[in-house]
């Protein structure tokens, strides 16, 4: 069984932070071999990637996060990371981890960022 298990998020002011994790099954899913990725989607919107990490640790970020977000792996814990800052309101969303293990896409439950004005 594959399971992605995201926290973390919650209700912030403009210009404030969290940080989203992300923990995966290590009998199915081990981060440090995978490409893991945050997704975002807001009510009647497109899903949306934010942030990748490659297996390589290398990172990819959409140009409406970048510089504010960063996207880690926590290889003991088995966990990924998102730490966002100076969060806008445009960055209100459910927020989803996700990883493919040829040729599936699993994805957790998501967890809710609102960031008031």
């Known amino acids: 069984q594959v399971q992605l298990v995201e926290s973390g998020g919650g209700l912030v002011q403009a210009g404030g932070s969290l940080r989203l994790s992300c923990a995966a099954s290590r009998t199915t899913v081990s981060v440090s071999l995978k490409i893991m990725g945050w997704y975002r989607q807001a009510p009647g919107k497109q899903r949306e990637l934010v942030a990748l990490?490659?297996?390589?640790?290398?990172?990819w970020y959409a140009g409406a996060v970048k510089g504010r977000f960063t996207i880690s792996r926590d290889n003991a814990k088995n966990t990924v990371y998102l730490q966002m800052n100076s969060l806008k309101p445009e960055d209100t969303a459910t927020y989803y981890c996700?990883?493919?293990?040829?040729?599936?896409?699993?994805w957790g439950q998501g967890t809710q960022v609102t960031v008031s004005s």
């Open positions: 996700n990883t493919v293990i040829n040729p599936l896409p699993y």
């Open positions: 990490i490659r297996n390589d640790d290398t990172t």
